[in-house]
Antibody, heavy 119, light 110 residues
Framework: EVQLVQSGAEVKKSGESLKISCQGSGYSFTSYWIGWVRQMPGTGLEWMGIIYPGDSESRYSPSFQGQVTISVDKSISTAYLQWSSLKASDTAMYYC?????????????WGQGTLVTVS | QSVLTQPPSVSTAPGQKVTISCSGSSSNIGNNYVSWYQQVPGTAPKLLIYDNNKRPSGIPDRFSGSKSGTSATLGITGLQTGDEADYYCGTWDSSLSAYVFGTGTKVTVL
């Protein structure tokens, strides 16, 4: 069974750094892209960026370029989303998703989400 | 501001059919595959449709997708209370070099 398991909820203060994780299992982790999606309270889905675990190639949405860093440790089948200095506006639910299983950019399996609260 | 526009909400009675539109442009829907996602409140999104009209294993054939030009449509027949959720279209935008989601549509079963 394909699973993406994300790290737990975080409560941080503005200016602090944060790294959340997404561990894949049940499939060849290095063969498919992992994307990150933001959902701010009461709003829709926003695609942040993507990483290919096979070679660590990453791409970012223009809206998030320079705001976050996506990385991967393929030895433990885990992708990361990182902030160097959080802002209150980063308060949101963050989802990871496997993208490209069917050959395009669709997200076919999703993590359970990580709630980040910044005060 | 999303580049894909959906109606904010649709509602209908149980057992009826509902369609949800997703309007884009030549840089996204017009030249790329469209996917559809269902998000029940408090849960992660779930893929319903990929490649415009294909269903992943386990998705009932009550859900269908189509695309024409720069618009796509999700259809749901035999509506059930369990179908109450937010629905999003998604596709690659070649101009932005980014995946984009629609604004989302809330489906209510009256």
């Amino acid at each position: 069974e394909v699973q993406l398991v994300q790290s737990g909820a975080e409560v941080k203060k503005s200016g602090e750094s944060l790294k959340i994780s997404c561990q894949g299992s049940g499939y060849s982790f290095t063969s498919y892209w992992i994307g990150w999606v933001r959902q701010m309270p009461g709003t829709g889905l926003e695609w942040m960026g993507i990483i290919y675990p096979g070679d660590s190639e990453s791409r970012y949405s223009p809206s998030f370029q320079g705001q976050v860093t996506i990385s991967v440790d393929k030895s433990i089948s885990t992708a990361y989303l990182q902030w160097s200095s959080l802002k209150a506006s980063d308060t949101a639910m963050y989802y990871c998703a496997r993208q490209g299983f069917y050959g395009d950019h669709e997200g076919d399996n999703w993590g359970q989400g990580t709630l980040v609260t910044v005060s | 501001q999303s580049v894909l526009t959906q109606p904010p909400s649709v509602s209908t009675a149980p057992g009826q059919k509902v369609t949800i539109s997703c309007s884009g442009s030549s840089s996204n829907i017009g030249n790329n595959y469209v996917s559809w996602y269902q998000q029940v409140p408090g849960t992660a999104p779930k893929l319903l449709i990929y490649d415009n009209n294909k269903r992943p294993s386990g998705i009932p054939d009550r859900f269908s997708g189509s695309k024409s030009g720069t618009s796509a449509t999700l259809g749901i027949t035999g509506l059930q209370t369990g179908d109450e959720a937010d629905y999003y279209c998604g596709t690659w935008d070649s101009s932005l070099s980014a995946y984009v989601f629609g604004t989302g549509t809330k489906v209510t079963v009256l």
